[in-house]
């Protein structure tokens, strides 16, 4: 008889059944109740649900996996007989295959030589086709290359210089001209960033009007800077002198100067 050992893997709904009925096992029925899958588990589930007796439901399961059992060995010998059968049948198949084989080798060997014979012409035609094809491609590029060659002679033509600015050749009907200088009417601006003075306070190239203003304190009456008109303000302020009575910056050229320190004329002190 089976132990508490020898049950382990049988399904717990079965192994729980055994213990309520207090059933001896065989260890063939224990083997055989281990394989019991989970869809016989729920035919199971289901007869106790309904209120069967656990002692018929066991009944039910020993006689359910003797009946699988020798079904399993009836299979066995019908499954031995078709395989003889099958066997038999295959061996029937394949001797007729072999003298189907031999035939068929004939068969396609006429083929294939008719198929060889047909690829060759074919390829010759194709290699005519193809010929053609290259000579007329060659009659193309030849008259691609003369219609180049001809817009070519043409843009050269129409060149009227060099552009200042990109140095590439002007062919443009609209451009500027000053002297012998050309440039692209695209590359006027970029001209003028690169060749115009700069204004000495924001950096940035005088393209419009400018104003000059004397240099740095305004000391030197000599010397003279560009700027923006919108940055003489700026740049008086961050460059000219603070006057030392009333503290403004003297944004005039005219100013007194009294020791180190700077007036505006009418904050001067009175002597």
Not at 28 to 48: H, S, Y
Not at 105 to 128: G, S
Request: aromatic share 4%.
């Amino acid at each position: 008889m089976a132990t508490a050992a020898d049950l382990e893997g049988v399904p717990p709904l079965i192994a729980q059944l055994i213990r309520n009925i207090r059933v001896q096992v065989t260890l063939e029925d224990a083997e055989l109740m281990k394989r019991t899958d989970v869809k016989e588990l729920r035919l199971f589930f289901d007869a106790l649900s309904s209120g069967q007796a656990e002692r018929k439901t066991y009944e039910d399961i020993l006689k359910h996996i003797h009946d699988r059992r020798d079904g399993a060995s009836r299979e066995d010998a019908a499954k031995r007989a078709k395989e003889d059968a099958e066997r038999k049948a295959k061996e029937d198949a394949e001797r007729r295959a072999r003298e189907a084989s031999e035939k068929l080798a004939a068969e396609r060997k006429e083929k294939e030589d008719r198929e060889r014979k047909a690829k060759e012409e074919a390829a010759k035609q194709a290699e005519a086709a193809a010929k053609l094809a290259e000579e007329a491609r060659a009659r193309e590029a030849a008259l691609e290359a003369k219609r180049k060659a001809a817009e070519e002679e043409a843009r050269i033509k129409r060149r009227v210089g060099k552009c200042a600015h990109c140095n590439d050749w002007i062919e443009d009907k609209d451009f500027l001209e000053n002297g012998d200088m050309k440039l692209h009417n695209k590359c006027l601006e970029a001209w003028q960033r690169s060749n115009c003075s700069k204004c000495v306070q924001c950096k940035q190239p005088i393209l419009d009007d400018f104003v000059e203003v004397t240099a740095g304190d305004g000391g030197d009456q000599g010397t003279t800077v560009e700027l923006h008109p919108d940055c003489v303000d700026p740049y008086k302020i961050a460059n000219r002198p603070k006057c030392a009575q009333c503290g403004n910056v003297i944004m005039e050229n005219s100013r007194m100067k009294l020791g180190a320190n700077f007036y505006h004329n009418a904050c001067a002190p009175k002597k």
